[in-house]
């Protein structure tokens, strides 16, 4: 963890990715007096992967997932580019610092989240983690905000530590108290800080140790002295490194303590073997503090034995280098490339850093075995490579929902992107061809009718200034044909009986297309009637009739629709016929004549001058004396339900 990053007066607004207030490059860093407190820490670096946060407080990671180190809820292989760890909903991250195959980051929500390995409780609770969870409160422990954690799960120290807001420094894992147990959850050290020391407001974790700077400007460290990293301090208990009370923020080496004081200078003590005190002697080791000369704005450097300083936003190295540049270097030496100026925050373990530019780029030198700085593997990267802080994801779908269809609209509103800042374009590609074929830019595009059958791929690309572009591609399928706008129910009109012509009328349709017409006696087509028009013929009486209309048009779906049937009702061909002789006490007889009419039955009806005769129906008439003289007639009638009666009356027959 590097609590080091010093808080630097502004000279004007500095790009929305950065999360702290900068100088304009070049001028020089004016000193931060006030009360010591956690400096925005928005990159972290270890052996495996690499994390930081973009300008929203999004959490992104690269490098090595094993045991769910990235928090993306993968647990093996490597990410080749910067990956989301998501927070809960509506907590962003304030702080990030990373271990060996472990991620923690501090909330705005005052908790501290952890993923990755987590063999001693030093996530809390047991068992790894794929993704960022909240840590747990030990029984007895006050939970609280935190205002500060860092981590280290290097060599047998596996330990988060964290002040909570009342000033309690707490941790979880190993202990770096002798004797004192590993805890599982956030728990109080068991040895407080001497009286008069202050109140913690930084925390430094190391291998086997752990730094503090107090509310007045103090450092006071605890745990393994190795090289007389804690001076000459009694082991056990916490010992005061600084003389002064001017500490602003320190760093924890392998062997060695460094610390930046208020007034711009660094001071180490411990070992110097590597020559990271900067000094220029490169002395084996000293239990008291050793300066180094320059004007410093900031330090970094866990577990390593370097210490990695930033002057007039320069960055320089001194001890052990990043490989390709001078290793062992007993003096601070600018890494030999423009990528480092202008830089405004710095993470360093023992063979890889990281840089944050004012742009607000990340960039990394070092060790890349894990494609942790660069996206082409290798043991080291040979120079200084881009490590882009700002990823792009949508956060919200950006693709049309149902099928594509031929003359329908189809809108994208290009999703909700992290961060807002990127530029956000969409395309639309017909995938029939190799390669898919570009037929559209913008939010919207609607298929046409020469496009049937062709699968249709959406496509939103976010990119801009420091900015890992990213590319969102939905395969929406093949488009569908078209729905034929304006199509009704086809109407008839016309005579309906047998001899009248029908006509059909049809609305246009969009887009305009050609009816075919088919008439239809009793649902099954009539052979030959395919016009508008139909003439009714014998066959149809007694029959239903109706047009089937049928619509085609390229690139759309046909559309049929029938009309509302019309019946045709029966229709005599030769009237009814009476036969017999007209006299008195004879019988005369009739027939119904020749009709045309499927599904009616006849009825036989005789009328005397016109006038129903009571009781006189059936087929067969006995002549009457009351019939002498008179007009005899038969009126056969065609009855069906629900359809029109039809008559037809025989010639006159006069009785004698």
Known sequence: MHPSRLALPAAGTLTAALLVALPAP?????????????????????????????????VWARGSQDNGALGNQLTTGVALEPVAAPLPAGVTATKVDV???????????????GTGHNDVGQLTGTGDRSSLTAFAWAPGATPQPVVDVATTTNGPAQTTYAIGQDGTLLFTGTSPVIGDPA??????????????AGQPAQVVAGTNVVLVVTSNHRLYGLGANTAGRLGAGVPGSWNRLDSAGDVSSAIAGSNHTAWLTLTGTILSIGSDAAGQFGDGAGDSSSNSPVAAPGTWSAIAGTNCDCTVAISGLRVEVAGRQPSGYADLNPSFAPIPTSASDAAVEIAANDATLLVRQASGEVRGAGRNTFVQISDVAGSYAA????????????????????????????????????PTTAAVGTQWYLASVAPANLVASGASFTPSAAQVGQRLIHVVSASGPNLAGRTVETDLGPIAPGTLGGVGTPTITGTTRVGGTLTATV???????????????????IAGAEAPGYRLAKADAGRLIAVRVTWSSAGYASAVRSSASRQVPAVNHARPRISGKPRSGRMLRATKGTWSGAGYRYTARWYRNGVAVPGRVGWSYRVGTKDRGKRITVRVQARRTGWPTVTATSAVTRAR
């Open 183 to 196: 805890a599982d959850a956030l728990r109080p050290l068991a040895v407080p800080l001497p009286a008069g």
């Open 507 to 525: 609305a246009a349709t969009t887009p305009e297309s050609a009816p075919a017409y088919q008439w239809l006696r009793d649902g099954v087509a």
């Open 26 to 58: 070049g001028a020089a860093a004016a000193v931060d007096v006030t009360v010591p407190r956690p400096a925005p820490q928005t990159l972290d670096v270890d052996f495996t992967h690499a994390a930081f946060l973009d300008g929203a407080g999004n």
């Open 99 to 113: 271990g060996a195959q472990t991620t923690v980051v501090l909330g705005d929500d005052g908790r501290v989240y």
């Open 383 to 418: 120079a200084i490579v881009p490590v882009n802080d700002q990823p792009v994801v949508a956060t919200t779908p950006t693709a049309p929902t149902g099928v594509p269809t031929v003359g329908v609209p189809l809108g994208s509103t290009a999703g909700t992107w992290v």
